[in-house]
């Protein structure tokens, strides 16, 4: 049971150049989302999925789209990297059934680092 | 729109002093209440959580939470930090509402510096 895993760890894009952030859990999660975390900001929701072909828009979405095809992945694609989507990237994911605080806790991948030049 | 706010960006403690972070919230309902840690370079952990019932939560590594609903406040307490606590505290507040928005919104943290 790897939890939340997320790839690649790192990666440096010149910017207008595209890429794809993969996400995968193994817990059979309903739910599962993408966060972006700057320096004294904390995290910020980016996009979110209630469930398998699901997608919505959380706080940032702006420069950047989600695909949930498969249960297990959550994809987070920039089309065009822009310096200003250098960041850590965070997603997690939560049960979405069970007993209250059980099915509302999020679990949080290690991260992937963006350097966008 | 539900916010939360840290007031403390940088906390500085000794080791085996007591430790309080503070964490206020503004949301309209009953809010599912989060605290993480994070470490240098390092993903978010889970320390505790409350949604209802006793308003005094217990952690893990010794840390515990108080609910006061009157003040908005969710704050962290230990009563004896070690060195290895130095870390980054993220307070969340979670939003479900069942079909309408939906994810976890954080404070900018309080970072979190043990003096030997």
């Known amino acids: 049971n790897a939890g939340v895993t997320q790839t690649p760890k790192f990666r440096v894009l010149k910017t207008g150049q595209s890429m794809t952030l993969l996400c995968a859990q193994d817990?059979?999660?309903?739910?599962m989302y993408w966060y972006r975390q700057d320096p004294g900001m904390g995290l910020r929701l980016i996009h979110y999925?209630?469930?398998?072909?699901?997608?919505a828009k959380g706080e940032v979405p702006d420069g950047y789209n989600v695909s949930r095809l498969k249960k297990q992945n959550f994809l987070l694609g920039l089309e065009s990297a822009a310096p200003s989507q250098t960041s850590v990237y965070f997603c997690?994911?939560?049960?979405?059934?069970?007993?209250?605080?059980?099915?509302?806790?999020?679990?949080f991948g290690p991260g992937t680092r963006l350097l966008v030049l | 729109a539900q916010s939360v706010t840290q007031p403390d960006i940088h906390i500085t403690v000794s080791e085996g002093a007591s430790l309080e972070l503070r964490c206020n919230y503004s949301?309209?309902?009953?809010?599912?209440l989060f605290w993480y840690v994070q470490s240098p370079g390092q993903g978010l952990q889970l320390l505790l959580k409350?949604?209802?019932?006793?308003?005094l939560v217990q952690g893990i590594k010794g840390f515990e939470a108080e609910f006061k609903r009157s003040q908005s406040s969710f704050n962290l307490r230990k009563p004896s930090v070690h060195w290895s606590d130095a870390a980054e505290y993220f307070c969340?507040?979670?939003?479900?509402?069942?079909?309408?928005?939906?994810?976890?919104?954080f404070g900018k943290g309080t970072h979190l510096i043990i003096q030997p």
């Open positions: 949301y309209g309902a009953t809010p599912y």
């Open positions: 999925s209630v469930g398998e072909g699901t997608t």
């Open positions: 969340a507040v979670g939003f479900y509402s069942g079909g309408g928005a939906d994810g976890l919104t």
């Open positions: 997690a994911s939560r049960p979405g059934q069970g007993e209250n605080l059980k099915k509302e806790t999020q679990y």
């Open positions: 409350y949604f209802s019932g006793d308003t």
């Open positions: 817990m059979n999660h309903e739910y």
